[in-house]
């Protein structure tokens, strides 16, 4: 299984940027797919999942800015992530889980495969 992170960059707080994540090795219709992310010092934390269904969950401190969604033919997830702000800097994770479903969605330990990860920086 290879999960590959991409569209990363330095951004201006307000600004904008959009994740993607191409899977490979795994079924990807089949499996709930999440968003982590860590910055210098702080644990790992998971910030949105979606299950087979196309069905997202969010942590309070993204939902409503950013948008998790999946493309399976392409088996690809993306995070659009607007009104960005300074503290949302970090490295951003994309993982997949062996089940369908979003349970334990911010717990690392619930998650098989993991990408590389792209860092994500917001300063003006």
């Known amino acids: 299984v290879q999960l590959v992170e991409s569209g990363g960059g330095l951004v201006q707080p307000g600004g904008s940027l959009r994740l993607s994540c191409a899977a490979s090795?795994?079924?990807?219709?089949?499996?709930?797919m999440g968003w982590f992310r860590q910055a210098p010092g702080k644990e790992r934390e998971g910030i949105s999942c979606?299950?087979?269904?196309?069905?997202?969950y969010y942590a309070d401190s993204v939902k409503g800015r950013f948008t998790i969604s999946r493309d399976n033919a392409k088996k690809t997830l993306y995070l659009q992530m607007n009104s960005l702000k300074p503290e949302d800097t970090a490295m951003y994770y994309c993982?997949?889980?062996?089940?369908?479903?979003?349970?334990?969605?911010?717990?690392?330990?619930?998650?098989?495969?993991w990408g590389q990860g792209t860092q994500v920086t917001v300063s003006s």
């Open positions: 979606i299950n087979r269904r196309g069905n997202p």
């Open positions: 090795g795994l079924t990807f219709d089949d499996n709930a």
């Open positions: 993982a997949a889980k062996s089940e369908s479903y979003c349970s334990d969605l911010y717990s690392s330990a619930a998650y098989n495969y």
